[in-house]
């Protein structure tokens, strides 16, 4: 139930906050490149949809048993 959600929960904000870091890393090495820019940003996105996905999957699958 509940204990359940908060466990998937504290664990993938683990991961999206290790992600969100790498992501600002890769900006300050990017510089003012717009394309490299555009490129990791639409990297970053596709990374937190992908974890999250995974999060609701993974509740989901608790859920069910």
Known sequence: ???????F????????AEREILHRSSLKKAG???EALDKLEQE???DRER?????DRKIDEARAG
């Open 51 to 55: 974890i999250v996905s995974e999060r």
């Open 44 to 46: 970053y996105r596709r």
């Open 1 to 7: 139930g509940a204990w359940v959600q908060m466990h």
């Open 32 to 34: 003012p490149d717009p």
């Open 9 to 16: 929960d504290q664990r993938f904000e683990a991961k999206l």
